[in-house]
């Protein structure tokens, strides 16, 4: 449904997305996990169009962007991450009016207007004005703009950001049900538990470029059985050199002053390091392993902590 | 055009459930039409205040008293109010300018004009006032004319009358022919004097405001209110960069409408809700002032190519604009100077000839031009050639305007 070959797009000096490729099939949710500035919005943005590429190609539905975008626009939907809708509407206005605009008939929008409404626990509030709604009430309506036209490919930039656990799963039953009827879905966050809770793939994606890809149990394989390991205290990175020289059957994933990240079975070699540590006569302030999970995965592919 | 009213209905759904910046700049025009009015409208109250006039009597005689009762006259004596005294309390009032002018007949007055030899009268006036001293110095010229005159005319009954005095005797066979003589005199000039060949009819000219078409107001409302539709209509194309930045744009760059149809959604929208703020004034400006508008029919026509121009204009200012704060500064100078110049604050007829030759570059001259063409009912060859270059200046601003902001919105989306 979605391919994307060798995407390049720089800002000035700053190389936003580089050189990434993707397939993403019909029906899925594919999730394009990073932390801020790892190119998501930019990508994205060069899918909705709203964007030229320096380089490489998009297909959607193996339309080309670049020569049907006419067609294309038909069948995209797109949910930024502005609750981008008029709050001086009412709900039921504001869905009649995209609706509308994406060329739905008035009897087919208002069935499917019921439908959501209902769906997302909104029905009976539908002739407020948006401006009374709540934040997670607002983000719901925001979706369902989103879908009211019941687009075959729908772009989600960071959709459930500040917003209570009641809705998130709410908006999360929503896409399922979407990807469940057809609907293929980017989604980009940088919420871990969000991809591996929604997202059939995965794609982790920092500095631009998308390092790994696949499902979680195929990303939770480039780990392999090996847990990742954490340790900070008050240390050279120099001092960590030496001592993790006689350590086998470990793998460094970053070595700083004061912070080493590791690849290695905790139980057996954690207490060695350790005491190599207090023989050297280093305080040690923290250790935290992790077990084989996305969290893990994206600690060894970026040797940093993705936090939301 | 199906996108194009969807978007308009949205904004104007929008804009009337917002509209208390709308309505502001709507009753500005009248607020400031009525303070004008007060200012430099008519007063109730015509008439001079009464002319305070002092007068020293030197000569106390029959001739002096017949002088000063000339100010007390008919209607001049409903504007002069004069009062004797002496000289030194004169002078001294008159230092205080407690009066507007000190007449002084000095002795000997009338024993001069029995002898028929000149006299000369002094009236000091207050420097300190312009206009009632010089009514008091009028005045005293006619009223020294017309003495002069009367002395012309009756100089040999005159003659007789102070011979008679002079000998203390009054014979009375010669006093019954001086009585004829008098009268015969008075028969002969009454030929040339009554009727008066030129005779001064009074009348108060009273503003008849309920019909004038120029009244003060009639003349403020239009030019102020050209001035608040820039910004009346700058209210709705604000909402182009609002929409950017609350991403609505954004997602309508991904349907299948075009970003053309959105502009011109806005020059259609500003247009329409400037026409109804037009309308409305219009209204008030007859209910509250009573301004006689002219044709209904041309004036409806000149509020449309009007607000076509204005909003056509205002599209293309915002090619040049980026931000809601650039908005603010740079629109609402460029309002303020295009106003000042183009009349809506000093009548731009008042314009050196090379300022209004800037003028006539401006919106609001030629939007004030047509209303006051409209006004003063003017025939529909004058108004004609306003209401065409309206339509033609609509037409190239809005068509510049959407091709250029189409371009800008298209490359500035992302922030």
């Given amino acids: 449904m979605l391919k994307i070959a060798h995407l390049s797009k720089s800002f000035d000096s700053i190389k936003a997305v580089d050189d990434i490729s993707l397939e993403v099939k019909e029906g899925e949710i594919f999730g394009l996990l990073g932390p801020n500035g790892a190119g998501k919005t930019t990508t994205i943005s060069m899918i909705a169009s709203l964007l030229r590429p ?27 991450q502005e609750m981008a809708f008029y709050e001086e509407l009412s709900a039921k206005e504001n869905l009649i009016f995209w609706g509308k605009l994406q060329g739905v008939v008035r009897k087919t929008l208002e069935e499917r207007i019921r439908f959501y409404l209902e769906k997302t626990g909104l029905l009976g509030r539908e002739n407020d004005p948006l401006k009374k709604y709540s934040g997670g009430m607002k983000r719901r309506i925001n979706l369902i703009i989103g879908l009211i036209h019941q687009p075959k490919l729908l772009l989600l930039d960071e959709p459930t950001i500040g917003i209570d656990v009641q809705t998130r799963l709410n908006i999360y039953e929503i896409i399922k049900e979407a990807s469940s009827q057809g609907t293929t879905i980017l989604y980009t966050t940088h919420n871990l538990q969000e991809a591996e809770e929604l997202c059939h793939r995965i794609g982790i994606m920092d500095q631009g470029k998308i390092l790994a890809e696949g499902t979680l149990t195929e990303l939770i394989k480039i780990v392999g059985e090996k847990d990742i390991a954490l340790i900070s205290g008050n240390f050279s990175a120099e001092t960590g050199r030496k001592i993790l020289s006689s350590l086998k059957e470990t793998t460094v994933i970053s070595l700083e002053d004061g912070k080493i990240i590791l690849s290695l079975d905790a139980s057996k070699k954690i207490p060695l390091l350790l005491q190599d540590f207090f023989r050297e006569g280093i305080s040690i302030d923290d250790v935290s392993i992790k077990q084989p999970n996305l969290e893990s995965v994206f600690l060894k592919l970026t040797g940093k902590e993705l936090r939301e | 055009m199906k996108n194009l009213l969807l978007l308009a209905r949205k904004d104007f759904i929008r804009k009337w459930r917002n509209p208390i910046v709308i309505i502001g700049f709507t009753l ?226 991904v349907s299948p409408l075009k970003i053309s149809d959105f ?19 219009i209204a008030l400006g007859r209910i509250i002032f009573s301004i006689h508008w002219g044709n209904p029919v041309l004036l409806f026509f000149i509020v449309i190519c009007l607000n076509f121009m204005i909003a056509g204009f205002i599209s293309f200012l915002y090619t040049f604009i980026r931000t809601e704060q650039q908005a603010g500064a740079v629109l609402s100078s460029v309002f303020i100077v295009m106003s000042l110049l183009g009349g809506s604050m000093v009548p731009a007829e008042s314009f050196p000839p090379f300022i209004l030759n800037i003028s006539k570059l401006t919106l609001n001259y030629w939007g004030i031009q047509a209303f006051r063409k409209a006004t003063t009912d003017a025939p529909f060859r004058e108004i004609f050639p306003i209401l065409l270059g309206m339509i033609l200046a609509g037409i190239f601003f809005s068509t510049v305007g959407s091709y250029f902001l189409n371009k800008s919105l298209k490359k500035g989306l992302l922030k």
Avoid at chain 2, 142 to 161: A, Y
Avoid at chain 2, 246 to 251: N, Q
Avoid at chain 2, 263 to 281: D, M, N, V
């Fill in chain 1, 54 to 80: 320096d380089t490489g190609k998009i297909y959607i539905d193996s339309l080309d962007i670049e020569t049907d975008l006419k067609k294309i626009k038909k069948m995209m939907g797109v949910v930024p």
């Fill in chain 2, 28 to 253: 500005i025009p009248i607020v400031f039409a009525f303070i004008f009015g007060l200012i430099f409208g008519p007063s109730q109250e015509k008439t001079l205040p009464r002319i305070s006039v002092l007068a020293v009597d030197e000569d106390q005689s029959f001739f002096s008293e017949f002088f000063l009762s000339s100010f007390k006259q008919g209607e001049l004596n409903k504007i002069i109010d004069l009062k004797k005294v002496d000289k030194e309390q004169g002078l001294k009032l008159m230092n205080k300018g407690k009066a507007s002018a000190l007449l002084i007949i000095p002795q000997k007055f009338g024993e001069k004009i029995w002898e028929g030899q000149p006299v000369e009268i002094s009236l000091l006036k207050n420097p300190s006032e312009q206009f009632l001293p010089q009514i008091v110095e009028e005045i005293c010229d006619i009223s020294s004319l017309l003495f002069s005159s009367l002395f012309s005319v009756f100089s040999d009954e005159l003659g007789t009358i102070k011979k008679f005095i002079d000998e203390g005797n009054f014979p009375d066979r010669q006093i019954s022919s001086l009585s004829v003589q008098i009268k015969r005199r008075i028969e002969s000039i009454s030929k040339y004097v009554f009727p008066p060949i030129i005779s001064l009819k009074q009348k108060t000219i009273k503003e008849e405001e309920e019909e004038s078409p120029l009244s003060v107001q009639a003349y403020i409302l239009p030019a102020i209110a050209v001035m608040f539709l820039l910004f009346i209509c700058n209210v709705v194309f604000e909402d182009i960069l609002r929409e950017k930045k609350m991403g609505t744009l954004l997602r309508m760059t």
């Fill in chain 2, 263 to 281: 502009i011109w959604s806005k020059t259609l929208i500003s247009a329409i809700i400037g026409i109804l703020c037009t309308l409305i004034l």
